[in-house]
């Protein structure tokens, strides 16, 4: 026996990003993203399993999550069958194969991933043929994945073989991988048409309220671009009684589908089965076959896909297309160093920015927070990359997603993939996130500076409303869902205002949202969702660091449009009560929890259901005065308050209280307790300044690093469960959030060296991110920088 343990040959080889690995038989479960910017969501793994969808209802494929990549024998997945040898299958998915996988006698197996396109080669010596399969999404307004698979014999006389092709259609909602399974089942009407398995449920199930379906989900197959005859729809025809999806019974014995009327083609399990012509090929000669997997609602126009794609050429100009429609998106910032390596590599972190885009953090087996629609948080992270990716897209987007902000200060949960479309929280559980409202100020920032479109801020835009009030704690009983999800004034019309009163709002919302440690409150969570149990007392520390910067930001705003000759801005006249910096407002105490907590009850008492639609002038030099005035607040309270010591001198920022107001963060050696993102956000939000950066970063690397790998922890370890704290003390210590190395919080932290000047300790930590990215076989992933080691 063989030791094949990731014994890979991986290497770039153009300077496209394009890459390729030998011996792929022995890489590790991973999967890479294939979709178009019109909505089709898709993965493959080496073995070509994966999802195939166009959204969290329309899924053509069963929905995978990573547990069960290794479970499932269902792939995209070609037979060949060459008279009286044991069937083989071009993906590696048949049982006789798996059986021989840890010896000698394996098939040659080689990937190759391009931006937009996957490629498998596989070659058995025994039966002399190679088979090349390209799989891609086409850049175009359909919902539809290719597949090209050219068979070569490479052996020195002709053969003969009969090709098979399979794939199981789940075709519903991804609700229905266990709600309603069967029921949903009896509900698909399938057809056979002209080479293609077409299955359209007659209903949406929903038991709220079922609707009338309108999606057909399918596959089409050619030979050399001829239709097939020779179809199976009912799963179990196909496998046998007693076979199953990589030993099917009708591929070992090379039988013909069963002749079955149309009626007893519905409601059972289908697959899309096709048996194609015996071909006799030549030495050194090919042959080819497509095909199609498609999502759609328009019949004609699924029709009309078929007849284009049964021309291999079509398929052909499509993925070159395709091809440069990527190598286009990700071409507008060019990244060239002299290390070819790292050029390649940086290709693959742009082409990631668009997926996120995408997918949001649903549809890929590792993100599947959610039902589709994308986080908050995340989307504001990840147009941060767009703007300089995609900034036609990053604008509108943008504009956008400062509709989801409430009257209140708080925002919509999940942004929908329509655009004004918008989702209170995941799972019907209502929830407030105490740092959401700190990343559009930071955002807008880094847009402005790289366009100079001042004008973004007068857009005059709606504000979202929904039942929730007084930042998600009360139900508006005035409101229902036939009122509209527009904040209405009093005399009943949509209010609008300016995007700059948008981040006014939410600022000042979160700065008087104190516990009574004059901290701002957890809530539901911050930025590491699993401090999610300190929801009544809770304090962020750490993301109080982000709104004394935002006021900082949106005071140098504020004065460059004074700059440009203007002087005063009109807001809503509720938000002067939360503006007590200005001429003739009574100053509150801002070291008194309860007069902060009693002023913004105040504003939330005058905006719970409807506004007054009045609005009044600001002069732009009292907002700076009243702005900074609050960002010096919270810097002197962190740094007096919130600096740690350990008795050997390291020091370190508390970054968080729990349920009973304790400091989460401790200095005590044999308890101590740090996590990265509590001394990330100080020295970007430059509450810290350089020479305590430089002290807290030799905190960090001495209680957050290991000695002999690269990259940072996000924390150091919980020791016991506490509910005080959250389900991040129930975590198994360096898995995500508790202790892993997450990669985006050290790119973090170096951006926030970097922004100080500490450019070596900043280069300290990029080297160890490319590093740990690169080395394939401790990160076993495909080109991309992952989440977390």
């Known amino acids: 026996m063989k030791n094949l343990n990731y014994n890979l040959n991986w290497e770039f080889t153009d300077e496209d990003g394009s890459f390729k690995i030998e011996n792929a038989i022995n890489l590790p479960v991973l999967y890479f993203p294939l979709m178009n910017t019109y909505?089709?969501?898709?993965?493959?793994?080496?073995?070509?399993?994966?999802?195939?969808?166009?959204?969290?209802?329309?899924?053509?494929?069963?929905?995978?999550?990573?547990?069960?990549?290794?479970?499932t024998n269902a792939s995209r997945n070609f037979w060949i069958k060459a008279n009286d040898k044991l069937p083989w299958s071009a993906t590696g998915q048949s049982s006789f194969q798996k059986s021989e996988l840890f010896n000698e006698n394996i098939d040659i197996y080689s990937v190759y991933g391009k931006i937009g396109a996957f490629?498998?080669?596989?070659?058995?010596?025994?039966?002399?043929?190679?088979?090349?399969?390209?799989?891609?999404?086409?850049?175009?307004?359909?919902?539809?994945?290719?597949?090209?698979?050219?068979?070569?014999?490479?052996?020195?006389?002709?053969?003969?073989?009969?090709?098979?092709?399979?794939?199981?259609?789940?075709?519903?909602?991804?609700?229905?991988?266990r709600d309603h399974r069967q029921v949903t089942t009896m509900f698909q009407e399938c057809f056979i048409e002209n080479s293609c398995v077409r299955v359209k449920p007659k209903i949406f199930h929903d038991e709220s309220s079922h609707v009338v379906n309108n999606t057909n989900y399918y596959v089409k197959a050619f030979q050399n671009g001829k239709n097939v005859k020779?179809?199976?729809?009912?799963?179990?025809?196909?496998?046998?009684?007693?076979?199953?999806?990589?030993?099917?019974?009708?591929?070992?014995?090379?039988?013909?589908?069963?002749?079955?009327?149309?009626?007893?083609?519905?409601?059972?399990?289908?697959?899309?089965?096709?048996?194609?012509?015996?071909?006799?090929?030549?030495?050194?000669?090919?042959?080819?076959?497509?095909?199609?997997?498609?999502?759609?609602?328009?019949?004609?126009?699924?029709?009309?896909?078929?007849?284009?794609?049964s021309n291999v050429s079509n398929i052909d100009n499509s993925y070159k297309e395709t091809l440069k429609f990527w190598k286009n998106k990700i071409s507008k910032n060019l990244i060239k160093t002299g290390n070819i390596q790292f050029n390649n590599w940086v290709k693959w972190i742009q082409f990631q920015v668009k997926c996120r885009q995408i997918y949001g953090n649903s549809f890929l087996p590792d993100y599947g927070y959610g039902r589709g629609g994308r986080g908050w948080r995340d989307l504001w992270q990840d147009l941060l990359s767009i703007f300089l990716v995609d900034p036609k897209s990053g604008h509108d987007e943008i504009i956008?997603?400062?509709?989801?902000?409430?009257?209140?200060?708080?925002?919509?949960?999940?942004?929908?993939?329509?655009?004004?479309?918008?989702?209170?929280?995941?799972?019907?559980?209502?929830?407030?996130?105490?740092?959401h409202a700190a990343w559009p100020v930071f955002v807008l920032n880094f847009y402005l500076n790289q366009t100079g479109d001042y004008e973004i801020l007068n857009k005059e835009i709606t504000y979202w409303k929904d039942q929730f009030v007084y930042r998600s704690k009360v139900i508006d009983p005035e409101w229902n869902s036939s009122h509209g999800n527009h904040q209405k004034t009093v005399s009943n019309k949509v209010y609008t205002s300016s995007i700059l009163e948008h981040l006014l709002i939410q600022q000042l919302s979160s700065f008087y949202n104190v516990n009574n440690k004059n901290i701002l409150l957890l809530e539901g969570a911050d930025w590491n969702d699993t401090y999610d149990m300190a929801r009544i007392n809770g304090g962020s520390v750490c993301f109080f660091n982000f709104y004394s910067y935002n006021f900082k930001l949106l005071s140098e705003i504020l004065s460059v449009l004074k700059s440009k000759g203007i002087k005063k801005i009109k807001i809503l006249k509720e938000l002067v009560i939360l503006l007590d910096y200005l001429p003739g407002q009574y100053r509150i105490d801002y070291n008194s929890p309860n007069e902060k907590q009693k002023l913004l009850k105040k504003y939330f008492d005058s905006v719970k259901n409807k506004v007054s639609g009045i609005k009044t002038d600001i002069y732009i030099d009292d907002l700076i005065i009243d702005l900074k005035s609050k960002s010096k607040h919270i810097l002197n309270m962190i740094r007096d308050n919130e600096i740690l010591i350990t008795n050997t001198g390291y020091k370190f920022f508390n970054g968080h209280y729990d349920?009973?107001?304790?400091?989460?963060?401790?200095?005590?050696?044999?308890?101590?307790?740090?996590?990265?993102?509590?001394?990330?956000?100080?020295?970007?939000?430059?509450?810290?300044?350089?020479?305590?950066?430089?002290?807290?970063?030799?905190?960090?690397?001495?209680?957050?690093?290991d000695k002999d790998s690269p990259g940072i922890r996000l924390t150091t370890e919980f020791k016991n469960v506490d509910l005080k704290v959250g389900r991040i003390t129930g975590f198994v210590y360096?898995?995500?959030?508790?202790?892993?190395?997450?990669?985006?919080?050290?790119?973090?932290?170096?951006?926030?060296?970097?922004?100080?000047?500490?450019?070596d300790e900043a280069n300290e930590i990029m080297n160890d991110v490319y590093e740990i990215c690169n080395d394939q076989k401790k990160s076993k992933n495909f080109s991309r920088y992952s989440i977390f080691f």
Not at 134 to 150: A, C, G, S
Request: aromatic residues 10%.
């Open 734 to 759: 360096g898995y995500k959030e508790h202790g892993s190395k997450w990669i985006q919080q050290n790119i973090m932290l170096a951006y926030a060296l970097f922004k100080i000047d500490l450019v």
């Open 230 to 309: 020779k179809i199976w729809t009912r799963l179990n025809d196909f496998t046998g009684n007693s076979g199953n999806l990589d030993n099917p019974k009708s591929i070992y014995f090379n039988e013909d589908p069963p002749k079955l009327n149309n009626s007893e083609l519905h409601g059972v399990d289908t697959i899309a089965a096709f048996k194609f012509d015996t071909i006799k090929i030549k030495p050194n000669k090919k042959s080819f076959y497509t095909v199609i997997h498609g999502i759609s609602n328009d019949y004609n126009k699924l029709k009309k896909i078929c007849k284009k794609y």
């Open 659 to 705: 349920d009973n107001l304790n400091k989460i963060g401790c200095s005590i050696e044999k308890n101590l307790m740090m996590d990265l993102t509590s001394q990330v956000m100080p020295i970007l939000c430059e509450i810290s300044d350089k020479k305590l950066s430089k002290e807290i970063y030799r905190s960090v690397k001495k209680y957050l690093k």
């Open 400 to 435: 956008n997603c400062f509709k989801g902000i409430r009257i209140d200060g708080t925002n919509a949960t999940i942004i929908g993939e329509k655009k004004g479309e918008f989702k209170a929280d995941r799972n019907n559980i209502p929830r407030t996130w105490c740092d």
């Open 119 to 177: 490629i498998t080669e596989r070659q058995n010596l025994n039966l002399g043929v190679k088979v090349k399969i390209t799989i891609f999404v086409p850049e175009e307004d359909n919902h539809v994945e290719l597949m090209k698979i050219e068979v070569t014999n490479t052996g020195s006389k002709d053969i003969s073989i009969t090709p098979f092709y399979s794939l199981p259609i789940f075709g519903r909602s991804a609700d229905n991988y």
């Open 39 to 71: 909505g089709m969501k898709c993965f493959v793994t080496p073995n070509l399993k994966g999802d195939i969808c166009r959204d969290f209802h329309s899924y053509l494929t069963t929905p995978t999550v990573t547990e069960e990549i290794k479970k």
